[in-house]
């Protein structure tokens, strides 16, 4: 399953986006998702992931309560629910799947597709 992340775009501090991670090929119901971020120089950072089924969810401290993912398998897609955007969210996105249900390593991702840029400006 080949993983691509869209829906970036421009928005204002404040605003919200709403991004998609689409699955190409079968098997996409069988792992969970997750979400990542990468500005230039940095390593790709945890943003959120989703377990295979969809009922649990988990975040990194700096979104939590402003992020939301959902899933629906039905058509091979997850969602990243932004809010309450701020200029350090500015980022490409990214998704990944993972075997481990929980898992917050980028290495423990594969399947990564083209990013998304997100861009928050003040």
């Known amino acids: 399953v080949q993983l691509q992340a869209s829906g970036g775009g421009l928005v204002q501090a404040g605003g919200s986006l709403r991004l998609s991670c689409t699955g190409s090929?079968?098997?996409?119901?069988?792992?969970?998702i997750g979400w990542f971020r990468q500005t230039p120089g940095k390593e790709r950072e945890f943003v959120g992931g989703?377990?295979?089924?969809?009922?649990?969810?988990y975040y990194a401290d700096s979104v939590k309560g402003r992020f939301t993912i959902s899933r629906d398998n039905s058509k091979n897609t997850a969602w990243l629910q932004m809010n309450d955007l701020r200029p350090e969210d500015t980022a490409v996105y990214y998704c990944?799947?993972?075997?481990?249900?929980?898992?917050?390593?980028?290495?423990?991702?594969?399947?990564w597709g083209q990013g998304t840029q997100v861009t928050v400006s003040s």
């Open positions: 090929g079968r098997g996409f119901s069988s792992d969970a």
């Open positions: 989703v377990t295979y089924t969809g009922q649990t969810t």
């Open positions: 990944g799947r993972t075997r481990f249900p929980g898992a917050t390593n980028a290495g423990d991702f594969n399947s």
